[in-house]
């Protein structure tokens, strides 16, 4: 059932967890069940996310988490056969702009799931929102001004240095040096770990005392940046890459002469397929992560044993667990809506969407933002049985507002 590649404690986990996880998955399903004689037309549900470009690494994971609980839910959304039309966003911003107006235009999608990159979110919602489209994305999120018709099933861009900064703060026994990509989503991510590491008493050792960002998506020798790391004198690196700039930059951290300092990071440099890539490179990174594949209920239980049975017995990463949470979303929403079934009615019954049982354990939307309220784990890579796995070691705060 499961291959020498699954991390001894998930294993036994999933074996443990089996009976009750598929029993889980049956009750899911029946929501979609009841609504199914109304309506047997298939409907169009659009997923954008990267399969070009510098986060190609990252896009499979979401389009394999939401295929995944439509293949474990007879193929259906709220009772409704899915016809799920995919688009390449490729390096995000432009490039996704007629793909989602297609999606719109000519697919006529009732919603629109997935997306992984800042620029993608900032070009795409505006449209689909003059359409009253909703947008369930599973990638990082930047502010938006009109967040009426994006719901976001990940986090707000923010909150993973957000929970991470406090923790350094507190155990760090001197100055950390920050890095990240430069553009919107790197300013972001920065800006949650600066903004709570200083409140918290920490200091950087960056020049200036400002966090370094680094061409994007171009950078592919971070040797020279870390030579800084090792001349400042801190005490350990936060940063936030993600794809093929996490494997870069963790490759040649473990071959600098900064490979002693510890590197913290933002859960997405050792997610799903880039640490496969990175290798024995990232043994021992510490991140933060709102998901982790051991968290122990039954519907986590239930996603981890259909990832794993399906992926010869894999972790499932964080960023196909948005995706799963999308589906769910949207089939709860699409069932709610019953024979009213538009774009509109979808996005109002998300809104009043309360409580959302999910791998990741309870969470909500927030009112305001639109983003989860939820906890964020503390979690270090290490070898689990004959695999590397990110492992739990720890909680975070509870973000979202």
């Given at each position: 059932?499961?291959?020498?590649?699954?991390?001894?404690?998930l294993?036994?986990f999933?074996v443990?967890?089996?009976?009750t996880?598929l029993?889980?998955?049956g009750?899911s399903?029946s929501t979609?069940?009841k609504?199914?004689?109304?309506a047997?037309?298939?409907i169009h549900?659009?997923?954008i996310t990267?399969?070009t470009?510098?986060?190609k690494?990252?896009g499979?994971?979401?389009?394999n988490g939401?295929?995944l609980y439509?293949?474990?839910?007879?193929?259906?959304?709220?009772?409704?056969?899915v016809?799920l039309?995919?688009?390449?966003?490729a390096n995000?911003?432009?490039?996704?702009?007629?793909?989602?107006?297609?999606?719109?235009?000519?697919d006529?999608?009732?919603?629109?799931?997935?997306i992984?990159a800042?620029?993608?979110?900032q070009?795409?919602?505006p449209?689909?929102?003059?359409?009253?489209?909703?947008?369930v994305?599973t990638?990082?999120?930047?502010t938006?001004k009109?967040?009426?018709?994006?719901?976001t099933?990940?986090?707000?861009?923010?909150?993973p240095?957000?929970?991470m900064?406090?923790y350094m703060?507190q155990?760090?026994?001197?100055s950390?040096?920050?890095?990240g990509p430069?553009?919107?989503?790197g300013y972001?991510?920065?800006?949650g770990?600066?903004d709570?590491?200083?409140?918290?008493?920490?200091?950087?050792a960056?020049?200036?005392?400002?966090?370094t960002?680094?061409p994007?998506p171009?950078?592919?020798?971070?040797?020279?940046?870390?030579?800084k790391?090792?001349?400042s004198?801190a005490?350990?690196?936060?940063c936030?890459?993600?794809?093929?700039?996490a494997i870069?930059?963790?490759k040649?951290?473990?071959q600098s002469?900064a490979?002693?300092?510890?590197l913290?990071?933002?859960?997405?440099?050792?997610e799903?397929g880039?640490?496969?890539a990175?290798?024995?490179?990232?043994?021992?990174?510490?991140?933060?992560?709102n998901y982790?594949?051991?968290?122990?209920?039954?519907a986590?239980?239930?996603?981890?044993?259909a990832?794993?049975?399906?992926?010869?017995?894999?972790?499932?990463p964080?960023?196909?667990m948005?995706?799963w949470?999308?589906?769910?979303?949207?089939?709860?929403?699409?069932?709610?809506?019953g024979?009213?079934?538009?774009p509109?009615?979808?996005?109002?019954?998300?809104?009043a969407?309360g409580?959302?049982d999910?791998?990741?354990?309870?969470?909500?939307?927030s009112?305001?933002?639109h983003?989860?309220?939820?906890k964020?784990?503390l979690?270090?890579?290490e070898?689990?049985g004959?695999?590397?796995?990110n492992?739990?070691?720890?909680?975070?705060?509870?973000?979202?507002?």
């Amino acid at each position: 059932m499961f291959s020498s590649r699954v991390p001894a404690r998930l294993r036994a986990f999933v074996v443990v967890g089996a009976v009750t996880a598929l029993a889980a998955a049956g009750c899911s399903s029946s929501t979609s069940s009841k609504s199914s004689a109304k309506a047997d037309a298939p409907i169009h549900i659009g997923l954008i996310t990267a399969l070009t470009g510098s986060n190609k690494a990252l896009g499979p994971d979401h389009l394999n988490g939401f295929q995944l609980y439509l293949d474990n839910h007879g193929g259906k959304l709220g009772g409704h056969t899915v016809k799920l039309d995919v688009g390449d966003e490729a390096n995000g911003g432009s490039a996704a702009v007629p793909v989602a107006k297609k999606m719109i235009e000519q697919d006529h999608v009732l919603a629109i799931a997935g997306i992984v990159a800042t620029p993608t979110i900032q070009a795409v919602v505006p449209i689909a929102t003059a359409a009253g489209v909703p947008v369930v994305n599973t990638g990082g999120r930047p502010t938006v001004k009109d967040v009426s018709h994006l719901w976001t099933m990940s986090f707000m861009s923010t909150d993973p240095g957000g929970a991470m900064g406090p923790y350094m703060a507190q155990n760090v026994q001197g100055s950390v040096y920050a890095f990240g990509p430069d553009y919107q989503g790197g300013y972001d991510q920065l800006r949650g770990f600066t903004d709570s590491y200083t409140k918290a008493g920490g200091k950087l050792a960056n020049d200036g005392g400002k966090p370094t960002f680094t061409p994007f998506p171009n950078t592919s020798d971070f040797t020279p940046y870390l030579a800084k790391v090792k001349a400042s004198g801190a005490k350990a690196i936060y940063c936030f890459y993600t794809g093929q700039n996490a494997i870069d930059f963790v490759k040649d951290w473990s071959q600098s002469d900064a490979k002693d300092i510890p590197l913290y990071a933002a859960g997405f440099i050792t997610e799903g397929g880039t640490l496969k890539a990175e290798g024995s490179a990232a043994n021992g990174i510490i991140t933060s992560m709102n998901y982790s594949p051991d968290i122990s209920s039954a519907a986590n239980r239930a996603f981890v044993s259909a990832w794993s049975q399906k992926y010869n017995g894999e972790a499932p990463p964080a960023t196909a667990m948005y995706s799963w949470d999308a589906a769910s979303v949207l089939d709860q929403a699409i069932a709610k809506a019953g024979s009213n079934l538009t774009p509109e009615a979808i996005n109002a019954a998300i809104k009043a969407m309360g409580q959302i049982d999910s791998p990741r354990g309870t969470w909500q939307l927030s009112a305001d933002t639109h983003v989860p309220v939820q906890k964020w784990y503390l979690r270090k890579v290490e070898m689990d049985g004959t695999a590397l796995a990110n492992v739990k070691i720890g909680d975070l705060a509870t973000i979202g507002s």
